[in-house]
């Protein structure tokens, strides 16, 4: 038997889809494709994480995520791993996406204006100004890691500029980005130095009280730390350093992973279907509804969790108050029942924008029109200088059951 066909056999009560290895090894799409056929609200009664209901069709995702009101973020987070209690002296990060409404939305609502239309319009030549930088300078006739190169490095840069974080230090914002996901229930990693990791984290908290505090009082200004300033339901933010650091975090790896993996993700995706790569080059107006295709494909986000605050019949199976529920949110894109051929890339599908990456309701991604900006000007930049973006090696992926993170993707340049 072959590795999937002895998971593919196990007793439909020891399906863990939770294990960091299988994104590892890009090797879920059979469990969470028995999970959607067999028992798409499904029990998981131990595990590392503890017992668990995994949520794998689109409808039914869709249905936890705008119910805000029986499934919560704030009882016990967003993602799978409960929250680590705190050692005596230690911050625990407390963050908008966490909460439920109306606080949720008095502190989304003070960073949002960042990602309205008329702020991304004035950005959209920045980020064309900043990818040509990139592209311009990639090495022509050689093997280099597209990853760090372009992925990593257009992120960072964006992530400087929402900030208004010094530009020279923008990797760091990259590795702290990294470093929040880092836990061993999410990667599998035991070997983890939790206390190097916080003492790491709270050096980001430190750089970002000195920047918010040499922004005090200076006019408004459409960077995050100004708009949060300037809010009257943020204002003081500074002043509670858990609600400090914890949505410090929350926008670093909002407005990284999803960009970055995306970016990723699409290269190996048009090598893997070379005809949607010959699509693109005939019509590259389908640039738009490929980027919304390509974040389908991708799934940056792997997960979201939420908690039953009362008890709910949910795809014919009885959720008990304080049951853990995790919404996948890559099996959600592979639903057949939604996306026609759903495992490939066909950047001119239909229905691309019915993805689920963004979430629903309330908590939707508030940034994704940003993400969706960045990964269409990048593409028309490419379009523009390079015949393929060939993937000429062996992909490194992360294990990690949150970010779908990539690690190494191999390139050589092929100029027009």
């Not at 949060?228 to 339901?233: G, I, R, T, V």
């Not at 994704?368 to 060939?390: C, D, G, P, S, T």
Request: aromatic share 8%; proline share 6%; with cysteine.
């Amino acid at each position: 038997m072959t590795a999937i066909e002895d998971t593919l056999a196990l007793p439909l009560d020891e399906i863990d889809v939770s294990r960091p290895e299988l994104f590892a090894d890009d090797n879920w799409h059979a469990l969470f494709a028995r999970l959607r056929d067999e028992s798409p609200v499904h029990y998981l009664s131990d595990s590392v994480n503890g017992p668990f209901w995994s949520v794998t069709n689109h409808q039914l995702i869709k249905e936890v995520d705008t119910n805000h009101q029986v499934f919560s973020s704030e009882a016990k987070g967003i993602a799978i791993v409960d929250p680590y209690v705190a050692e005596e002296g230690q911050l625990q990060g407390k963050n908008f996406i966490a909460m439920d409404e109306p606080e949720h939305r008095k502190q989304r609502s003070a960073v949002s204006p960042t990602v309205q239309p008329r702020n991304l319009t004035e950005l959209e030549p920045l980020i064309r100004e900043r990818a040509i930088d990139i592209l311009e300078n990639l090495p022509i006739g050689e093997t280099f890691n597209w990853v760090q190169e372009v992925s990593i490095e257009l992120t960072a840069r964006m992530l400087a500029t929402l900030f208004d974080f010094p530009y020279e230090n923008r990797r760091q914002l990259v590795r702290w980005s990294d470093l929040a996901t880092n836990v061993p229930e999410v990667t599998g990693d035991n070997s983890i130095d939790m206390k190097e990791r916080y003492d790491e984290l709270m050096g980001a908290a430190g750089a970002f009280y000195q920047l918010w505090m040499s922004k005090q009082d200076q006019p408004p200004a459409f960077d995050l730390i100004s708009m949060l300033q300037h809010n009257p339901d943020t204002a003081r933010m500074n002043e509670d350093p858990e609600l400090f650091l914890g949505n410090i975090l929350l926008l670093i790896v909002g407005g990284n992973d999803t960009t970055r993996n995306s970016i990723s993700g699409g290269v190996i995706a048009l090598n893997e279907y070379p005809e949607e790569y010959q699509k693109l080059r005939d019509n590259p107006g389908l640039i738009p509804n490929m980027v919304s295709e390509m974040v389908r494909w991708q799934t940056p986000v792997i997960h979201m969790r939420r908690t039953a605050l009362e008890d709910y019949e949910l795809g014919g199976q009885s959720i008990k108050t304080g049951d853990k529920v995790i919404m996948w949110y890559l099996s959600g894109n592979r639903d057949e029942t939604v996306f026609e051929d759903a495992d490939r890339l066909i950047i001119d599908r239909p229905n691309a924008r019915a993805h689920v990456s963004f979430g629903f309701g309330v908590h939707r991604c508030m940034g994704n029109r940003l993400a969706e900006m960045q990964l269409k000007v990048l593409w028309e930049e490419i379009m523009k200088r390079f015949e393929m973006v060939e993937v000429v090696g062996d992909i490194e992926r992360l294990p990690n059951n949150f970010i779908r993170g990539i690690k190494n993707v191999p390139v050589r340049l092929h100029p027009l």
